[in-house]
Every structure is written in structure tokens, then in C-alpha cells.
């Protein structure tokens, strides 16, 4: 293939973009950085991969050089040097020659003329699907609407399960972009990148195991969020080190020789914490960089795993330790797989100081994350197949989420819950462990047993004694879930769960649930509505209805009209038109026009309305108002609208003649507030029917997950018959409130 014009690529803010050659900036030349040669790239794979596809690796930087051509990089870098960058992190990682050689391609189908069969045909169609893989997910990086940011997370997540690889060549991706973020000109475009890495990809790193690539991209995005803040805590500990010289080389070289002393070989090093995690715990503690003592942290690397806990008994005995600073990952490893020991001791030079115990083994683990578990000859994790490790669980469980059709707000809340939150290790009665993250509630870890635990629990035992349902779980709690088989998730469990998997199945509960209902609800208004015309309610003619209104299925239609989304009369004219051109549907549809009652004080042939502000009832005081444009109106006494009416000139004493309330029904509205759980709109439904009321329209105002409320259109008698039917309502344990509306803001729509 003959090398590609070089193209400019459109703005894309996940990264510096390629310019042309005249339109690059000039760097200063001690900015510039020697690209690096072809030999210095395949020395660092051999020499973690002695039987490297050499030639592979050559064609592949060869290639992209070529390809990427002329453009430049905001610091006028040669753009090449980007992915070459790019590579040289993932070497640092020891990943296998598609890795690498993905990493040096990874921009090529995005930023130049280069084709997916181009690379296919070249390298192979393992290397093209990486490299396609990483395309998209670059092109999916939206940061300006939080719907598309949330919708693209959920096809990034899923993308990444085909091949954990297309991940780690993005994290390599976006921590050389953070690196350069500084020749980006626009400081929103820099902000907007960097508060991305600390939501997304830092969390990421993090889950996967690759702590030292989290610290790193946290630290860099924080250098640009609040630069203010880092430089107060990066001047504190250069004062620090003036005081104290080398005190971090001091205390590792006491602690390796107290291990000596015993016997005990050891590697031990130590170094101040990043800034951004000095920031965290301050902010987090409410502490000052004064009242912060251990900012220093001791890695010890020993033989075995029986070593790591000699070490530990002999730092014990050496220096006090700190109490509830111990943490043991070898015996309850975190799900990315890492392990070691973890405590806090008041050490040499009476200085607090954090030290992790750990094998090389676990060391490289901790180092490099997953990317550690890679056989690099077989392309295949170490160890247990790869649908059965361990690391990938968290992965399954989040793209299980994802795949459920939650929205994509709700995905995003749920991934966000699975990627930040720190671990607590309890057990069912049996002794299997589950994992959680920090304040978690027994119906978090029943839902992370099975969901349908979940959705039957009513109590808890912890520790063999009896728990509330919100109580926070702490490490190695035992936990007992008591179920019964007609329980039902409560909304008020979202309030206090923690992960992303309870929240999303007790949302998905109580909407099939609340949905249920509005199919039996408005399958009943549709009924009737259709019998009082006279018509026959068909599956087919609903079918026909949700075709025209483009819904998936006839049971959306009476979805829609049980929660008031539709109307009744309006389906039944869909069916029929012709009852919409001829004007034949019930007048007891329209609730604004002439009624048939007999009104006291008024002359024979003079027309009226009822106030549709108010809905006056046979049995209330009204008064009669000549409206301009509307003629005579009835109110109720205590209506609003009569405050507005100045001259007392335009009121008419009226009242209600004989058997007003024997003729045809007039229309209250109804204000009712009832439980958020399954069946409370039933049973209000139900009591509304039992006493005599016929249901017109129905409109949901209001939603929480305590109580959700409507307004409600029933056809009555009179007074009397309307106040039978609130009583009725009150009493029922489902029901909150319920009042009577006579205002013009309460209408349905």
C-alpha cells in the first residue's frame, strides 16, 4: 500500500489530535523527544518475550510511520510518536506482540487512510479486530451531554469484554494523552479530558489491577482540575524532605535489617504517596497535611507466602502497629486479583508509616493488574480459562447490567458504584465469601448470592442475631437472609443499598411490577370505555393502535392508558374513526359541555358549563358567572375564579334543581396518594369501582420511592355519592391521602 495523504482529523477531545505539517506548531527542540528506533522497541518486548515475532513488530512500526506520515501532534511531535509512546507503556507491562503491535496501529483507521481490511490483510484479523476495537472506543468519547457520555460508557464496557487487550491499549492510550494534556490549548477541552480519566479510566485501571497506572492518570488529571491544591501538597513535602533528608531510604534500610536480623532476605522500598491520594484522604478525614502522618509507604518483597507473615510477625514485634490499619489481601484476595498484607506501624524515627508485605509473585500482580495473568504464546490468560477467572468477574457482573435494559443513566450510576468502592469480605452460613463494597447492607449481599434472594428477603441474621435490613456489613460479618415466598422488594431498599446490582434489580422489581398494574388498569378503562359505545375491544384493533403509535406491543397501549399517558376515548376513535367524524362518542367523554341537570334560578333555555376549575357537584353551593367568550359558567362558592370576577354584577344565584343528582353523572377529580410498592394502585382503583365510581381519566403526577401520586377523573352522582368514594379510599392501608382538587393546575392532560 502506498503511504496515505495525511489527513486532519476532526476534533476529538480524548486526545491531542494530528495536525498538518504547516499548521503544526514549532517545539522548542529541548522539548523534542528522539522517537524511539525500531531495535529499542523489539529489545524491550525480547527481553521479556525472548521468542517475539521480531519481524512482526518491525513491519508493524515501519507501518504506522509511514501511515501517520507527516501530521503532528499539538507539541510538534511527529504524530508517530504518540503511538509509539503508546507501545513503549505497554511494554513497561509485558504484553504480547498483538498488544504492542495494536498499539502502534491503534490510530491508524481513525486518523488515516488506513482500512480495517488493510489491516486485516497486513497483520492478520486477531491484530485488526484490536485495532478496530480501540477505534471505536475512541470514537465513542462524547463529553458534552451526560445521556451520550452514559450511553457510550455501557458500549465501551461491552466492547471490552470480546478482549480485555482493547482495554488496556486504551488505558496506555489515554495515560500518554494526559502526559502531553498540557499542549492542548482550549483549558475547558483540558478540563473536560480530565475529569473523564478521573470518573473512567482511573476507576478502570484500578479494577483491573493496575494500581501504579491509576495513581498515575489520578495525579495527572488532579495537576489540571486544581493545580492549586497539588502545588500546596507537593511544596509540603519538599519541605518535608528538607527537614528530614532521606528519611524514606533511612527507614526502608531499618526495616530491611530488623528482617535480617531474624534471618529473613527482603527487597524493601519505599516512597511518598501521590499527591491526589494525600488530597483524597484529607478531604475524605477532614484532616490537615499536618495531622497526616502516613504519607510514606514501604513495599517488603519476600520469598514466600509464609514469609510474608514471618515479615509481619517480625515488623509486629518491632514497632507498634496501628489498630484497625491491618488488612489481609493474601488470605481474601480484592477481585482484581490482588494480593498482600497491608498494616500501619509507628516505625523507625517515630514515623507513621504504611508497609505492604508480598511475594514477587504478588508483587508483579500488583504492578502490572491482569496484564500480569497474560501467557504470551497461547494469547490466553494464566491460570483458570478466562470466563472463569476471578479478575473478570467484577467485568461479568457489570456488563450483566448493562445488557438488562437499564437506561443508560442508571448503567453508568451502576458501573460508577462497581468501580470506586473499597472491599468488605463477609460469608454465608455455608462459609462462602462474598465481596462488597464498603457499606454494604444484607440486601446488598443478598442480591450478590442470587437475585432472587434478593428480591424474597424480609430479614437478616448477622452473626446469628437479628439485623435490620440497612445495617452496614463489616469485615468477616456472617450474614443469614430470612426470605418468604410473597415478599416483594420495598422501594425503600434503593435508599440505602450501595451496589450497582441490588439497585438495578430492585428498580427492575418495582417497574414490572408498577407496569403490571397499568396493563390491568387501563385494560379496564379501555373495556369499559368500549361498552359504553357499544364496541368490542379486539386484540387486533390494539395491535393496529400500536402500530400506529410505534410501541413494541399491544400490551404498551394499555400500559399507556393505565398510567395516563393515553386516553380512553382517544383509543376507542383510533379504532373507530369514523365516531370521531361523526361526533357519536358517549357525551359523557366531554366533560366540559352542556350537561343535562336541572339548575335552580335559571331562566328555561339559557346554556351553561360547569367550571372545569372547580368541578361543581350536585350538593354544592354554587354561583353562576357570565364569562366573556364562555358564556355562563357554574362554580362552587369557594372556586378561585370568582376572586377574580371584580363586578358582582356578573354573578347569578343559582342552585341545584330536584333531581339534579338522578340525572347524568357529573365529574370530580381526585387528588390520591398512595404507597410505592406493588398492587397499592390496584387496590385504590379497586375501591373507587367497589363504591359506585366510574374511572374517566387518570393522570400520574408525582414519583418517589416512597409514594407516588395521581389525579383522577370519577364519574359520580352527587356529593354524597364522591365523599362515599374518598372514605372508601382513606380506609384502605394502601393509601396514603386523598382530597378532593379544585384547582385549574391539577388538570389531566
Known sequence: MSPPTPVTSAEKPAKTEPVPAAEAPVAPLRNRRRLMRQTDLVERVLAYDPDADEALLNKAYVYAMTAHGKQFRASGDPYFAHPLEVAAILTDLKLDVPTIVTALLHDTIEDTLVTYDDIKQKFGEEIANLVDGVTKLSQLEVFSERTKQAENFRKLMLAITSDIRVLLVKLADRLHNMRTLGYIDKPHKRSRIAQETVDIYAPLAGRIGMQNMREELEDLAFAELDAEARNSIVTHFARLDMVGGDRVGRIADQIKRRLAEHGMEAWVYGRGKRPFSIWRKL????????????????????????????ALGIIHTSWQMVPERFKDFISTPKPNGYRSIHTTVIGPEKQRVEIQIRTQDMHDIAERGVAAHWRYREHVPEGPAKEDSATYGWLRDMVDLLERGDTAEEALEHSKLALYQDQVFCFTPKGSLISLPRGATPIDFAYAVHTDLGNSAVGAKVNGNHAPLHTPLKNGDQVEI???????????????????????????????????????????????????????????????????????KAEDVFADVGRGALRGHEVLQAVFPEMKRTGKVSKKSNPGEVKPISIRGLTEGISYTLGQCCHPLPGDRIVGLNTPGEGLVIHTIDCAELDKAHDMNDWLDVGWGLGASDMDLSVARVLVRVKNAPGSLATAMAAIAANGGNIFNMKVTNRNPLFFEFIVDVEVRDVAHLQNILGALRVSDSVESVDRVREAEGAVH
Do not use: N
Open 482 to 552: 430470612i426470605t418468604t415466598k410473597d415478599s416483594s422488594p420495598s422501594p425503600m431498599w434503593e435508599q440505602f443499598v450501595v451496589t450497582g446490582r441490588a439497585r438495578a434489580e430492585i428498580r427492575r422489581f418495582l417497574r414490572h411490577a408498577q407496569r403490571d398494574e397499568h396493563v390491568r388498569f387501563g385494560r379496564k378503562i379501555l373495556e369499559k370505555t368500549f361498552a359504553d359505545e357499544g364496541r368490542e375491544l379486539t386484540d387486533k384493533g390494539i395491535e393496529g393502535i400500536a402500530k400506529k403509535l410505534r410501541l413494541a
Open 283 to 310: 478531604q475524605t478525614k477532614k484532616l490537615s497535611f499536618e495531622q497526616l502522618s502516613d504519607i510514606f509507604g514501604f513495599r517488603v518483597i519476600v520469598g514466600s507466602t509464609a514469609d510474608c507473615y514471618r
